[in-house]
């Protein structure tokens, strides 16, 4: 079976801080991989998505940064935080193929920015 | 333009009443359709999708979700809530096909006991 891990569980960090999300898929190769934010009582918005190793494609401008360092590992990051960035981040992964395009979600950090 | 629209920001009904969540979506695609809950402080787990065929899927939990396509609409459906069931309620339609799912704003789901 699948499993989707993220950490940190949660974060508060200063302004202007920089700060590294994590993800990893494990039980699945070659996944889709997505980055959301959820702002606190909010809708999801899709910030990143990779659909393999080393690349990373941008949705949604928000002065943050994804890569892809590894087949099961997503990661999101910035040398800046802003009071914005605060909030609720999701990695979500999909199978490949036009049989299957749910996504599923990983437990989530939840980033309080001071 | 590619939206989804939950009308209703929050739901009150008593446990054992049924219960329907109603989504509306654009999209001038093919519709890929959707309903994920949010527990509190939780990540979202997938209920049911519709893809094609029967308008009606089952999900998860006694959940099913009716698609129309003249309505555009998918409106998610139980016969008799429980309790547990109080959680927040995403309507996503994808679009594209490099994943991007656009979300509803959610709808709150209150059981009252």
């Known amino acids: 079976a699948q499993t989707i891990h993220q950490w940190p569980v949660a974060e508060i960090k200063a302004v202007g801080s920089p700060l590294s999300l994590g993800c990893t898929i494990k039980g699945k190769s070659s996944p889709n991989l997505y980055w959301y934010w959820q702002a606190t009582g909010g809708t999801l918005q899709q910030l990143f998505y990779s659909i393999t190793v080393g690349q990373v494609e941008s949705v949604v401008q928000l002065n943050l940064s994804a890569s892809r360092p590894k087949d099961d590992q997503f990661i999101l990051s910035t040398e800046k935080l802003l009071l914005s960035h605060s909030g609720f981040y999701l990695c979500?992964?999909?199978?490949?193929?036009?049989?299957?395009?749910?996504?599923?979600f990983g437990p989530g950090t939840r980033l309080t920015v001071l | 333009a590619q939206s989804v629209t939950q009308p209703d920001a929050r739901v009150t009904v008593s446990e054992g009443a049924s219960l329907q969540l109603r989504c509306k979506y654009s999209?001038?695609?093919?519709?890929?359709l959707f309903w994920y809950v949010q527990y509190p402080r939780q990540g979202l787990q997938l209920l049911l999708k519709?893809?094609?065929?029967?308008?009606v899927v089952q999900g998860v939990n006694g959940f099913e979700a009716e698609f129309s396509k003249s309505n555009s609409s998918f409106h998610l459906r139980k016969a008799s809530v429980h309790w547990s069931d109080s959680a927040v309620y995403f309507c996503v339609l994808l679009t594209g096909n490099t994943g991007k799912l656009i979300f509803g704003l959610g709808t709150t789901l209150q059981v009252q006991p």
């Open positions: 519709y893809y094609s065929g029967d308008p």
């Open positions: 999209y001038s695609g093919t519709p890929y």
């Open positions: 979500a992964w999909s199978r490949l193929g036009r049989s299957s395009y749910e996504q599923y």
